[in-house]
């Protein structure tokens, strides 16, 4: 049986800038004012395609591309919604902010908001988006070449030997495509440019308060929209979250897989070596570790063709990127033994189906701007050398890639100036949090929750996997979660669920 049990406040930090509460403050109230004076009013229609649910209305929004020049030009950005099934028991809207970045919650209404409880589906609208650059919101792409599409490439894995020469020479090639194919729009691409865009959202639905489900890279986005809008936010869940360093932003978040695969490692070994596993691979969890790193290290020397991937080779790095890849969700870990199982025999399994190329761009794009306007990285192949073997030697399932160069590192536009989420505004905040998270560790979400101070309460889940709320946490959690929005009853302090 799941329960709860009260753990240790942290510590609030009450470390803002005077600049920033300066900016805070009339800054907020007048761009949200502007807002929802030159935001019309949605027309919606039947959503294009095949919506899970006929209930779902879309509509399209013009915004501004550069919310520093509102008169310029604007763009696209598409937004879903399933009306409230209860109007009498209405209190709002809920927006749905997708992870990625590169995600969308379109569909989100039909899809994971039809697993919400009928409480909560009674008191709000669901409301889903597109968020900038994504398809079918004003798209952007960079027109990579195919190689440069492959997982191992996006997120760069050192070569064999630790170095990271071929890396730096990607993320030039890459950048330069950006730069080249990318349109204005790229340069507009960041998290604060998807906090402005929720609350022209929030305008368009004529809401004076709008409620928030963020997951994973949507928690960060929550978090800078409750920043610089506090008065705007309703009732605020941060599902699987980032840790908010201003000085490092997405840097931090490739960094903490590192501590993630750590964290995760020991229940996937635990697994794979259970007797009556048909996929087992060891008789003990302790032998699964030293399995894996035998067969990566074998394949970055021996790697075996795989027709139809991306790169058409079963290589070191490639089965490393799919342990990651299967971490976030205890439900695959058959998937990655079968891969062990065959490689050991020296095949492989039939290639992973692939998305569109068109849609494979589009996100690489979104993905590249975000992570790359939100702050500034190391130009230098020094310092990501040092790092590197650093991450080697203490993390070797991950092989130094959370402290590897991407595409930031050759980025031609000038970051935007990030924001630093403090304790100041209103007490609406409810953070949910697996204690075993490939993607985004506890460590990171303590981090969050430091930051946050009073304004949050945070409940850890007693469980493995990416996505906490009704996807891989607890009925705890999901009960928690779920009475918050639909009553607004928050745990005086912070959690544990069993």
Known sequence: ???????????????????????????????SASASASTPSPKWTKCEGNAPD?????????????????????????ISRIPSEKPDARRGALLMIPGGPGGSSLNAPSGKGQK????????????????????????VS???????????????????????TGNMAAARRMANACARNGDELIRHISTVDNARDVDSIRAALGERKLSVW?????????????????????????????????????RAWLAAHEQGVEDTFPHFAAWAAAPGNPYRLAETAADVRPLFLRLAARLDHDPIPWPGANPA????????????????????YPNLAKLILAAQDGTVPPAPASPPQSALQNVAAVGAATLCNDVAWPRSAAAYQKGVAESRATYPLTAGMPRNAMVCAAWPYQPKAPVHITDSGASNILMVQNERDVATPLS????????????AVMVTVNSTGHDAYLANGNACGDRTVSRFLATGERPDEDVYCE
């Open 1 to 31: 049986m799941n329960r709860i049990k009260p753990i240790t406040r942290h510590a609030p930090v009450i470390a803002a800038s005077a600049l920033l509460l300066g900016l805070t403050g009339p800054l907020t109230a007048s761009a």
């Open 214 to 250: 963020g997951v994973s890279y949507g928690t960060y986005v929550g978090a800078v929209y409750s920043q610089l809008f506090p008065f705007r936010t309703d009732r605020i869940v941060l599902d699987s979250n980032d840790n908010p360093d201003p000085t490092r932003v997405n």
């Open 444 to 455: 990171g979400a303590l981090k969050l929750r430091e930051a946050l101070g009073d304004r």
């Open 54 to 78: 006929p209930r779902q209305q879309c509509a399209t929004l013009e915004v501004p591309m550069d919310y520093a020049d509102p008169d310029g030009r604007t763009i696209d950005l598409a």
């Open 313 to 332: 080779e079963l290589n070191g790095n490639v089965l490393r990127q799919s342990l990651l890849n299967t971490l976030y969700e205890p439900d695959s």
């Open 116 to 139: 919400l409880p009928q409480s909560v589906r009674d008191a709000y609208d669901l409301i889903g988006f597109a968020p900038r650059g994504n398809a079918p919101s004003s798209p």
């Open 142 to 164: 960079c027109g990579l070449a195919t190689g440069d599409l492959a997982t191992t490439t996006l997120r760069p894995w050192p070569a064999p030997d630790g170095s990271v």
